[in-house]
């Protein structure tokens, strides 16, 4: 409960800052717009998300506090009741063997394909979803549908039931790859995976809410940025220390977004592209998502779970979260209502469903077969022809600074890649090297 409440913490200390502009804003429209609908606000719309999720938390934390202080798992059982309480709230024992179910792990199985056909597949297919992906995010939330030369159209306002809608589809997926293939012994509580699914859903939130206030550009800088977030959240999670270069790459990333950020802000006229909320937002986005990866990090450490197991433990209480808080504020409601006003945007949202699905498959299968490193690479390149295409399709102008600034982001996400396998590539030496200087030694 500690953790839930340090990240309900942290979503008012991201607030705040922007709940005077939000009120002004709010003030406008009701003197411009008296029909505008109070929910419309991103504050008000995080609150009562807030409230939804809330409303599943607490109960669950209760009754698994009961469980434990009752004593109830001590006294054992046999029943289908039972067992499901215990992985919930305990998970299963430790298995040391492979007989006996455990989760030691085993040489990856070679594909059948050479490796450079491999490499080209994984390469388009992370490439063809997140691109795609990418393009009809900013489709969907930015643009109107209907709209013509009689009807000013209207935007789609609820964020939370598109990530509803891709939890669902990754459930899904998740689900049917963990029937298909053999995985290890799941020991991991279910309930540890609230904490990175709760931190997940606000994240995704911010991610698409974001695009109501800031460009696409703006927000796939924001993302590269997130090393920032992540290095300080991994200092608090998990005590990490860091190389010299990491902070230099930072700084670098730093000051390539300050410089596009900057340049935007000066070029935009009327409706400014990056606004304060939008910055909030952003930020908001950064913190929860480095908590996910932190969090995810230390339960792979404790627990050894699969990948697949993960994006299925993950995406389950995401579907229990958004589901619940979808129900109360009538979200599916004015989702479907949307979806069969306009099928462009049911073919949208089923396109970006299926994207996100199949692009977390190729995530985790592609790092299985050629390491963190040539992934880091693939999705650093995907990210750069993300902001190409968006001011290509779109009409984003981006001037000779704003490139300069996005230079030097991608400039340094590239020598962090290079740094960190140089790294790796030396301490695999000096390992290989150890053996043979203690059997030399032992000669002697």
């Known amino acids: 409960m500690a953790k839930f409440i340090h990240l309900i913490t942290a979503v008012l200390l991201i607030t705040v800052p922007a709940i005077s502009e939000d009120v002004n804003e709010f003030e406008a429209a009701l003197k411009d717009e008296p029909k505008s609908n109070w929910t419309d606000f991103w504050i008000i719309r995080l609150a009562l998300n807030l409230l939804g999720y809330a409303s599943v938390i607490i109960p669950a934390w209760l009754i698994i506090r009961y469980v434990r202080s009752s004593g109830y798992l001590d006294r054992g059982g046999h029943g289908c009741w039972f067992k499901t309480v215990k992985?919930?709230?305990?998970?299963?024992?430790?298995?040391?063997?492979?007989?006996?179910?455990?989760?030691?792990?085993?040489?990856?199985?070679?594909?059948?394909?050479?490796?450079?056909?491999?490499?080209?597949?994984?390469?388009?297919?992370?490439?063809?979803?997140?691109?795609?992906?990418?393009?009809?995010?900013?489709?969907?939330?930015?643009?109107?549908?209907?709209?013509?030369?009689?009807?000013?159209?209207?935007?789609?306002?609820?964020?939370?039931?598109?990530?509803?809608?891709?939890?669902?589809?990754?459930?899904?997926?998740?689900?049917?790859?963990m029937m298909l293939t053999k995985q290890p012994r799941h020991v991991a509580p279910l309930y540890k995976y609230s904490y990175c699914s709760l931190s997940n859903i606000l994240s995704s939130w911010c991610q698409y809410e974001a695009l109501k206030f800031v460009s696409f550009p703006t927000q796939v800088l924001a993302k590269a940025s997130k090393i920032i977030p992540v290095m300080l959240m991994g200092k608090v999670v998990s005590s990490k220390s860091y190389e010299y270069y990491e902070y230099f790459t930072a700084g670098m990333i730093s000051v390539g977004?300050?410089?596009?950020?900057?340049?935007?802000?000066?070029?935009?006229?009327?409706?400014?592209?990056?606004?304060?909320?939008?910055?909030?937002?952003?930020?908001?986005?950064?913190?929860?998502?480095?908590?996910?990866?932190?969090?995810?990090?230390?339960?792979?450490?404790?627990?050894?779970?699969?990948?697949?197991?993960?994006?299925?433990?993950?995406?389950?209480?995401?579907?229990?979260?958004?589901?619940?808080?979808?129900?109360?504020?009538?979200?599916?409601?004015?989702?479907?209502?949307?979806?069969?006003?306009?099928?462009?945007?049911?073919?949208?949202?089923?396109?970006?469903?299926?994207?996100?699905?199949?692009?977390?498959?190729?995530?985790?299968?592609?790092?299985?077969?050629?390491?963190?490193?040539?992934?880091t690479i693939i999705m650093t390149t995907r990210q750069a022809i993300a902001i190409f295409l968006s001011c290509?399709?779109?009409?984003?102008?981006?001037?000779?600074?704003?490139?300069?600034?996005?230079?030097?982001?991608?400039?340094?996400?590239?020598?962090?890649?290079?740094?960190?396998?140089?790294?790796?590539?030396?301490?695999?030496?000096?390992?290989?090297?150890?053996?043979?200087?203690?059997?030399?030694?032992?000669?002697?």
């Open 87 to 177: 992985s919930c709230v305990a998970g299963a024992e430790q298995k040391t063997s492979l007989e006996e179910g455990g989760t030691k792990s085993s040489t990856q199985d070679k594909p059948k394909m050479s490796r450079a056909v491999l490499l080209i597949l994984c390469v388009a297919g992370l490439q063809g979803s997140y691109l795609t992906w990418g393009v009809l995010q900013e489709r969907v939330m930015a643009h109107e549908y209907g709209k013509d030369d009689t009807n000013p159209g209207e935007k789609f306002k609820n964020s939370q039931f598109l990530v509803f809608m891709n939890r669902v589809l990754a459930l899904s997926a998740a689900g049917l790859v």
């Open 392 to 444: 290509i399709i779109y009409g984003h102008p981006v001037s000779v600074s704003g490139f300069l600034g996005i230079m030097v982001v991608f400039v340094a996400l590239f020598l962090k890649v290079y740094a960190t396998a140089k790294k790796k590539s030396a301490k695999a030496k000096q390992a290989s090297q150890a053996p043979s200087q203690t059997i030399d030694s032992n000669k002697v």
């Open 257 to 375: 977004v300050t410089m596009f950020l900057l340049t935007q802000g000066k070029e935009d006229t009327g409706n400014t592209a990056t606004t304060i909320s939008g910055v909030v937002i952003l930020v908001g986005y950064m913190t929860f998502d480095s908590f996910t990866s932190n969090w995810q990090a230390e339960l792979y450490k404790q627990y050894s779970m699969s990948s697949i197991q993960m994006m299925f433990g993950v995406n389950l209480f995401s579907c229990i979260f958004t589901s619940w808080a979808l129900l109360e504020q009538g979200g599916f409601v004015e989702g479907i209502s949307f979806m069969l006003k306009y099928s462009t945007f049911m073919f949208h949202v089923s396109l970006i469903s299926i994207c996100s699905a199949t692009g977390q498959l190729f995530i985790f299968y592609t790092i299985s077969q050629f390491g963190a490193v040539v992934f």
